[in-house]
């Protein structure tokens, strides 16, 4: 008998039943001029329009949400370079608890000011030198919190994964799903309910050229480690898969491909002039595979998740060119 994986498809269902009326149901927007551009009928998941700005908040929330009341009156725990930070914050804070947040020296300023004002905590490391893993699960127990890990947790991939689902409810069957891949939550969630729908779609992560470690895990078949990349794309530099996601993603994912920091500037200017969204690097790697032409053979049918759009004004106008 085959094992049950860690994240099912019903624990995806699970999840949009929690997050019904609590997460945004995100917009899905079309363009001829990217269709053209494509080659293809492309279907752009906007999770830049969730809550806290990015698709984060749908797996903190629903973790957080299954916690007992005695682990809600402790607090939790939470590291993250930013959108996670922001969402287990508002999560803890709509759940009636408290946060403390693991984030990064370098994290980019607006995300630490947004998760300080839903009222978090917040706790700094170095990324490069120390181990951030390591140090939130030691911050959550010297405190007795419940620590809510960024993507290698079973409830928060299953929340992750409510994405695609409302994806495909709305565009019905697609040839192919572009899903960024940091830590591997929301590809790993987005292909279980992806693949319980429609089998034959392929789910094609992206990743950024400095920060392959999941195309590099997937191709040896066991978890490597890389440098921590440094990447415009924060969100996604990571050293190693997740165990949980990579254990998913190795039996769900049929390819991951990776972009280059310039295509992901120039995704995020297509996304601001002819789709009139604001992205993160982070939330354009998908949508910069597309337009770079990143997927063979062509599917006819592809869906997008732009994953996030927590990017000061500033920044953007600097990766933008001013």
């Known amino acids: 008998m085959a094992a049950v994986p860690p994240v099912t498809f019903d624990d995806v269902r699970g999840a949009a ?49 299954q916690l007992t009341p005695e682990q809600l009156a402790r607090g939790v725990a939470a590291y993250s370079s930013g959108n996670h ?14 946060a403390v947040i693991l984030m990064p020296e370098d994290a980019p300023r607006s995300k630490r000011e947004a998760t300080a004002g839903y009222g978090a905590e ?11 893993t390591a140090l939130g699960e030691a911050l959550a127990r010297d405190r007795g919190l419940a620590l809510i890990p960024p993507y290698d947790h079973p409830h928060v991939i299953a929340g ?6 409302e994806l495909l409810e709305d565009t019905g ?13 929301l590809i790993a969630g987005s292909a279980t309910a992806a693949k319980a729908l429609h089998p034959g ?28 990349p440094r990447t415009i794309a924060d969100g996604q530099a990571l050293a190693t ?37 604001v992205l993160e690097p982070s939330g354009a790697s998908a949508l910069a595979a597309l337009l770079a032409h990143r997927v063979t053979p062509r599917p006819r049918r592809i869906g997008v998740i732009a994953s996030g759009g927590n990017v ?7 990766l933008l060119g001013g």
């Open 17 to 65: 039943a929690r997050l019904r009326g609590t997460a945004h149901r995100t917009p899905v927007l079309t363009s001829r001029t990217l269709d053209e551009r494509a080659g293809a009928e492309v279907f752009v998941k906007c999770e830049n329009f969730q809550r806290v700005g990015a698709f984060k908040f749908r797996g903190a929330y629903n973790a957080v949400a």
């Open 85 to 98: 930070a922001q969402a287990t914050a508002l999560a803890a804070r709509e759940l009636g608890t408290t």
């Open 122 to 132: 917040i706790v700094t490391y170095d990324r490069y030198t120390e181990d951030r």
């Open 160 to 165: 992750q994964g409510t994405a695609a689902l």
């Open 173 to 185: 069957a697609l040839d192919a799903l572009l899903v960024p891949v940091g830590g591997g939550g």
């Open 201 to 228: 779609v392929r789910v094609i992560g992206v990743e950024p050229e400095a920060g392959d470690d999941t195309r590099r895990s997937l191709a040896s078949g066991e978890r490597v480690v890389i440098p921590v």
């Open 241 to 277: 898969p997740g165990e949980l996601t990579f254990a998913l993603n190795r039996r769900l994912v049929d390819d991951v491909v990776v972009v280059s920091d310039e295509e992901i500037v120039h995704a995020m200017r297509f996304a601001f002039e002819r789709l009139k969204i």
């Open 312 to 318: 000061d004004t500033a920044r953007f106008a600097e």
